[in-house]
């Protein structure tokens, strides 16, 4: 056996262990759209009891689009209806700060849960990201969306039309430092969806973002004045950054993470596990509000109302105009690209199991900050994904809302990715041994 078999192997062994059942392939969001809409009183989901432990909780927000549903489940009553009648939801000024609240909590000044980056809450319980890497635990209760984030360049290289393909940019960035200027390529988190996103796409054209280009963080609101001013050749970040950028004409979409990896998780809803376990009724009655406002954020009908919602001083504080295409799936990309009407990579909030939480998925996250050096191969992803991924409790919530397109299985399957790689859950070890560019630690 080889060398690298034997890697890989030991790897899997590691790294394994995400349900073996095929995902069951349903087609009846439609219906469960329908039975979800069921009006339930905090009577009805609380029937063996009394109302949640507590109606308070502090829950944190980056000015995102894919907040969309902790805005609404505010503004429409969802949080008032299970009873969490007194639920705070701040915006946070950068993903550290929500770290560092998180840690806190709200019994310290900080926060209970947030809308969140769904690798932030393994590299927070681990300590990976945190200070004397004393872990914090956490648990996602949902997923709040899938796909929807872009990645953007400046215009000085609009003549690219850069696309999937990085290898030209690779040139135009060597080109570059020769005539002795820095190349940089902005994130929001290091190890997180963005860092994730930015990372790929540039090496899977060749571009190390370890050595050919400087990876700095930046938060989500400050994108656009930085690109302007020339921090940064490239970034990564969701909506309305993006769409803004380009309207500003100060550079152009390269592309929507969709295209990396067509309905890919993204943010998750995540609190506290201290909370949860102190809380669980309160928890749930958290789940449910969100749940059901996903499902309203899903609904065509709704996207210009959600647009405005986003777009208030209190949440985003952004134009209308650079929210309400792309929230519809409109897609004018800039500098010149075609324009795409109804586009197939439009953020979802409940389509397509858009809001339960695969473990599958997440040990493709865990897997790949192993890949970036932040966390450690020896990582035992399985444990990691069973202490933080609480699906169980989705489950249990999506039977009060009356949703009957549960997933079958944890698992989504084997994923494919635009480039032909392929991430077996089954053999996370075989993913890494096939990529060329990495940085273990």
Same mark, same amino acid.
């Given at each position: 056996m080889s060398h690298d078999a034997k890697t890989s192997d030991v790897a899997n062994a590691l790294l394994s262990g995400v349900s073996r059942r095929s995902v069951l392939q349903v087609g009846g969001y439609a219906a469960a759209t329908l039975a979800a809409a069921r009006i339930l009183s905090p009577s009805g989901v609380f029937a063996q009891g009394a109302g949640p432990e507590t109606t308070k909780a502090k829950l944190g927000y980056i000015a995102l689009t894919d907040a969309g549903p902790l %805005? &609404?489940?505010?503004?429409?009553?969802f949080f008032d209806k299970y009873g969490m009648t007194e639920v705070e939801v701040t915006k946070q000024s950068s993903w550290g700060t929500t770290r560092d609240n998180i840690v806190l909590g709200s019994g310290g000044g900080g926060i209970d849960g947030a809308h969140i980056l769904t690798p932030m809450p393994y590299l927070i319980t681990t300590g990976a990201v945190t200070q004397n890497k004393a872990g914090t635990p956490m *648990?996602? =209760? !949902?997923? =709040?969306?899938? !796909?929807? +984030?872009c990645i953007s360049v400046g215009q000085e290289y609009a003549d690219l039309k850069l696309g999937l393909d990085t290898k030209p940019f690779k040139e135009a960035l060597e080109k570059k430092k020769a005539s002795g200027k820095d190349v940089k390529a902005a994130m929001t988190f290091p190890g997180g969806t963005h860092d994730l996103w930015i990372r790929y796409w540039m090496a899977a054209g060749g571009i190390d973002p370890n050595k050919d280009i400087q990876t700095i963080v930046v938060p989500?609101? +400050?994108?656009v004045a930085n690109m302007k001013v020339g921090t940064m050749d490239t970034f990564c970040v969701c909506e309305p950054w993006n769409e803004q950028l380009k309207n500003q004409k100060i550079g152009y979409t390269a592309i929507t993470t969709g295209e990396l990896w067509d309905k890919h998780p993204e943010k998750a809803f995540a609190l506290r596990t201290d909370y949860v376990e102190k809380n669980p009724k309160a928890a749930k009655a958290l789940l449910l509000a969100v749940m059901e406002a996903q499902q309203w954020c899903e609904k065509m009908e709704n996207k210009e109302e959600l647009a405005a919602i986003c777009a208030k001083r209190n949440w985003i504080g952004a134009p209308l105009a650079d929210i309400v295409d792309r929230m519809k799936g409109k897609f004018d990309y800039g500098a010149g690209k075609? @324009? @795409?009407?109804?586009s197939p990579y439009i953020m979802h909030f409940w389509k397509d199991h858009a809001s339960y939480p695969f473990k599958s998925h997440d040990a493709w %996250?865990?897997?790949e900050d192993i890949r970036w050096g932040y966390l450690p191969g020896t990582t035992d992803v399985k444990a990691l994904v069973d202490k933080v991924n609480r699906e169980d409790l989705w489950r249990e919530a999506a039977k009060d809302l009356? &949703? *009957?397109d549960i997933p079958a299985s944890t698992s989504r399957g084997v994923e494919k990715f635009f480039d032909g790689k392929v991430f077996d859950p089954e053999k996370p070890?075989?993913?890494? !041994? *096939? =990529?060329?560019i990495k940085r273990m630690a």
């Open positions: %805005f &609404v489940a505010k503004e429409k009553g *648990s996602i =209760l !949902a997923r =709040l969306n899938v !796909a929807g +984030q989500p609101p +400050q994108m075609p @324009v @795409v009407e109804n %996250f865990i897997t009356g &949703v *009957s070890g075989d993913y890494l !041994a *096939s =990529l060329d």
